[in-house]
């Protein structure tokens, strides 16, 4: 089993070497690939990511599941994994994802959140509530997907035709749960991301739950979402 690690940027010369460098160190016994899909960032971030990429594709400014859908298409292996910049990666990231996709039923699978720089409220909150919300969507088919922590069967991915790329938010959620008609999707606590707080932090407590609370409803009872998400750097 070979992966494509996609990694959207635009503007994010403060966190994306943080994360390129975590990848480098994988344990993960397989071949693997970062692609860095940018859109026409105005820093530094295109020299960063070339810096320790293996590959760095520069496109149009656009939604960030357009920059994914550029990523997966210039990916040349069987399963795309998504993360995004501002993240750590764990070394075992990509060896427990590819555990929950030995399974060929498995069509995809997602991991845990964990805050990178987080107190610990927002620790206890990802340790302990998180994950048993995130099971249960899954035992009940409505995968909640973070962009930042997810991977797919390339096949099914061209199956469906990919990102809805007119999607300013809930791209991530809304690929997985059109993916998922073709097979089995799980959720593996053990592939752990640690993401920024930026927004958190930016936003607030409420501002931030009540974004994600009525964005979640609103794409599993109506098949839209927010388009409205300003970006925070």
Same mark, same amino acid.
């Given at each position: 089993?070979?992966?494509?690690?996609?990694?959207?940027?635009?503007?994010?010369?403060?966190?994306?070497?943080?994360?390129?460098?975590?990848?480098?160190?994988?344990?993960?016994?397989?071949?693997?690939?970062?692609?860095?899909?940018?859109?026409?960032?105005?820093?530094?971030?295109?020299?960063?990511?070339?810096?320790?990429?293996?590959?760095?594709?520069?496109?149009?400014?656009?939604?960030?599941?357009?920059?994914?859908?550029?990523?997966?298409?210039?990916?040349?292996?069987?399963?795309?994994?998504?993360?995004?910049?501002?993240?750590?990666?764990?070394?075992?990231? *990509? #060896?427990?994802?590819?555990?929950?996709?030995?399974?060929?039923?498995?069509? &995809?699978?997602? +991991? /845990? !959140?964990?805050?990178?720089?987080?107190?610990?409220?927002?620790?206890?909150?990802?340790?302990?509530?998180?994950?048993?919300?995130?099971?249960?969507?899954?035992?009940?088919?409505?995968?909640?997907?973070?962009?930042?922590?997810?991977?797919?069967?390339?096949?099914?991915?061209?199956?469906?035709?990919?990102?809805?790329?007119?999607?300013?938010?809930?791209?991530?959620?809304?690929?997985?749960?059109?993916?998922?008609?073709?097979?089995?999707?799980?959720?593996?606590?053990?592939?752990?991301?640690?993401?920024?707080?930026?927004?958190?932090?930016?936003?607030?407590?409420?501002?931030? *739950? #009540?974004?994600?609370?009525?964005?979640?409803?609103?794409?599993?009872?109506? &098949?839209?979402? +927010? /388009? !409205?998400?300003?970006?925070?750097?």
């Amino acid at each position: 089993m070979d992966i494509s690690v996609i990694i959207p940027t635009y503007n994010e010369e403060k966190y994306i070497e943080t994360c390129l460098k975590s990848l480098e160190c994988q344990d993960f016994p397989g071949n693997y690939e970062v692609i860095v899909s940018d859109g026409s960032s105005t820093d530094g971030t295109v020299d960063i990511a070339g810096r320790h990429a293996d590959r760095v594709i520069v496109d149009r400014k656009d939604t960030i599941a357009y920059g994914r859908q550029a990523g997966a298409h210039a990916a040349k292996y069987s399963i795309l994994a998504f993360t995004d910049a501002d993240t750590y990666i764990p070394s075992d990231w *990509l #060896s427990n994802l590819a555990a929950s996709l030995e399974d060929c039923r498995v069509v &995809g699978a997602h +991991g /845990k !959140l964990l805050p990178l720089d987080g107190n610990r409220i927002e620790n206890d909150f990802c340790n302990y509530v998180l994950p048993p919300y995130s099971q249960f969507m899954v035992n009940i088919n409505k995968p909640s997907v973070p962009g930042s922590n997810f991977a797919v069967r390339r096949k099914a991915f061209n199956k469906v035709r990919g990102f809805n790329t007119k999607l300013v938010t809930a791209e991530d959620v809304d690929l997985c749960n059109r993916i998922k008609k073709l097979g089995k999707f799980v959720y593996n606590p053990d592939a752990v991301v640690y993401v920024s707080t930026r927004r958190v932090r930016e936003w607030g407590y409420l501002k931030m *739950l #009540s974004f994600y609370t009525s964005n979640t409803i609103k794409y599993h009872t109506k &098949g839209t979402a +927010g /388009k !409205l998400f300003e970006p925070i750097r």
